[in-house]
């Protein structure tokens, strides 16, 4: 771990969901002058006091380039990216933006020797001829949204890079991300999120998945332990070089649903399926991550009753 201390990491997309926790976890790693944290809404930053910031669009190539050759970058954590439900909205840009992205950082890496790149895949990656249970790292992948494409072309990038040059391009597959923290943006997995919020305002809760559809999921300190852990393996650990699968908890709308009515017993839930049913239909229903496990020892902790514990503690005094 002394090795990377000193090492500057660069945060593209830090305001989103997961670079809003993740950047406070390599804050207190690297510590908060070898930590930047980028966005591209300058308001988003606001909240990194506790690191440098700076606005940064990710498809401005000269610009990313510029930051890491005078900040002396080694480490990119490239999370800037449009989600599966947002995708389906605008399917060129979300392509544009995700291939387009990451392509640049992967070349940049390449370039500049840089030491390490951390790039995030998906569930999305798998499609409707996927085994729906337990879903193997290797097994027929044909996604059916933009969002699932361009995470399957990515982490075919991702390996090509780590073959032929050598860049030390490290991924998860994450299931569904749920945090108090930070809100999701445009995901299909974005009502488990949600309905915490919904709960603790004492509102009723409409759910835009059917009750019995069940993801995977994760709670978000798992995400970060996964993400740290990963990164800090050693290099030869690393044996997949497209992307992990990660798993941790499989649930539906209901089975989260009773587990916060137990806390809040007056909330109440109705279904309204939208065209995010058909995303959820098409992804796997969990996950099966022993690779991870073997590879370089992941281990979740969070279950689902534990999460909802902690999120119904943490939730009601936080403040975005
Ligand atoms: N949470 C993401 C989504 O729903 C999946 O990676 O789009």
């Keep these: 771990m002394l090795s990377f201390t000193m090492e500057r990491v660069l945060i593209i997309g830090a305001a ?4 809003s926790e ?3 976890a390599l804050v207190t790693i690297y510590g908060g002058d070898n930590v930047i944290a980028t966005d591209i809404q300058p308001q988003a930053l606001e909240k990194f006091d506790y690191c440098r910031t700076k606005v940064l669009d990710v498809m401005d190539k000269e610009a990313v380039k510029g930051l890491v050759k005078t900040e002396n970058v080694k480490q990119i954590y490239h999370l800037a990216a449009v989600l599966s439900a ?9 392509w544009q933006l995700n291939m387009d992205s990451l392509l640049s950082v992967l070349e940049l890496a390449r370039e500049e020797k840089l ?5 995030p895949s998906s569930i999305a ?3 409707p001829n996927t085994p729906k249970v337990n879903t193997p790292q290797y097994c027929v992948k044909e996604p059916n949204t933009v969002y699932g494409i361009s995470k399957q072309a990515g982490e075919r990038w991702c390996e090509y890079y780590f073959q032929k040059y050598g860049v030390d391009v490290r991924s998860l597959r994450y299931p569904g991300l749920i945090g108090y923290k930070s809100l999701p943006g445009g995901g299909t997995t974005d009502y ?3 309905i915490y919020h919904k709960a603790i305002a004492g509102e009723h809760f409409v759910s835009f998945l059917k009750e019995d559809t069940y993801l995977p999921m994760m709670y978000m300190p798992d995400a970060i332990k996964a993400t740290l852990n990963l990164m800090h393996a050693p290099r030869e650990n690393v044996k997949i070089r ?3 699968n990660l798993a941790a908890i499989s649930f539906s709308p209901k089975e989260i649903f009773e587990s916060i009515k137990i806390h809040y017993p007056d909330f109440s839930i109705s279904y309204a399926p939208d065209f995010r049913q058909a995303i959820a239909d098409s992804w796997p229903d969990s996950i099966d991550d022993s690779r991870a496990r073997e590879d370089w020892g992941w281990e ?9 514990e902690d999120i119904l503690k943490h939730l009601p005094s936080y403040s975005f």
Excluded at 16 to 19: I, Y
């Design 16 to 19: 989103g969901q997961l670079g």
């Design 22 to 24: 993740l950047t406070q």
């Design 86 to 94: 947002t995708g389906e909205k605008n399917p060129l840009f979300a």
């Design 115 to 119: 030491d390490k790149i951390y790039w």
């Design 125 to 127: 990656v798998f499609g």
């Design 192 to 194: 488990a999120v949600d």
């Design 242 to 244: 497209s992307s992990y």
């Design 300 to 308: 979740h902790e969070y279950s689902l009753e534990k999460m909802t």
